[in-house]
């Protein structure tokens, strides 16, 4: 069975600083491996994915982020934090063979001004 | 109007009560699921379906049913409510490609 962990809970970062959401998984074969935000009282919306092809992909808002293989980690970043940046990310994975989306336990996000 | 609609978008009731959360998507996708969201948990599948004949449990279906009235409409059912499924509640698409799902605004349920 596939799993996400996002280590922490809370990131906390002045806007203007990188931003790093963590992310690992663990799932049978390779990966699709996704990114989410949440803002209050709305959807998840797409930010970005991997499905196959160069390590660091682009996503929505200036968001990237870099799989590695190795250590099986799928972190988020983006450089320059806005306050509007402020959400809640969470991380999904699955199988290539499989529709079944699994997600992490999110990551909240604070820029502060 | 929004791509993957969920009504009640807030909904209040009590303990034994039957509880029904539509989804209706005009995105054309043949791929509808149902998440439950709680927090520090992140989201949990509770059914999903491929297609209007096709009806699959997830990780946490028992107390929940579901249907697919048409390739559009997926429809989650509680048959008799209980406090510790008080949650927020996604309805989600996704096409035949990429796999990234469209997500509803969601369903708030509270279960006094």
């Known amino acids: 069975a596939q799993s996400v962990a996002q280590p922490e809970d809370q990131v906390n970062v002045a806007e203007g600083n990188p931003l790093t959401v963590k992310c690992t998984y663990s799932v049978s074969g390779n990966p699709y491996l996704f990114w989410y935000v949440q803002y209050p009282n709305r959807g998840l919306q797409f930010l970005l994915k991997?499905?196959?092809?160069?390590?660091l992909v682009k996503g929505s808002y200036g968001f990237e982020a870099e799989f590695n293989k190795s250590q099986t980690s799928f972190h988020l970043k983006k450089p320059s934090a806005l306050v509007s940046d402020s959400a809640l990310y969470f991380c999904a994975v699955r199988p290539l063979n499989d529709y079944k989306l699994s997600f992490g336990a999110g990551t909240t996000v604070t820029v502060r001004a | 109007d929004a791509d993957v609609t969920q009504t009640p978008r807030n909904r209040i009731t009590k303990t034994g009560k039957r509880i029904m959360l539509e989804c209706s998507q005009t995105?054309?996708?043949?791929?509808m699921y149902w998440y439950r969201q709680d927090p520090g948990l992140g989201l949990r599948l509770i059914y999903y379906?491929?297609?209007?004949?096709?009806?699959n449990k997830g990780e946490i279906s028992d107390g929940y049913s579901v249907s697919r009235q048409a390739q559009a409409k997926f429809s989650l059912s509680l048959e008799s409510a209980i406090p510790n499924q008080t949650a927020l509640y996604f309805c989600?698409?996704?096409?035949?490609?990429?796999?990234?799902?469209?997500f509803g605004e969601g369903s708030r349920l509270t279960v006094l």
């Open positions: 991997y499905i196959t092809g160069d390590n």
């Open positions: 989600a698409t996704s096409g035949l490609g990429g796999g990234e799902l469209f």
């Open positions: 995105k054309g996708h043949d791929r």
């Open positions: 379906s491929f297609d209007v004949k096709d009806i």
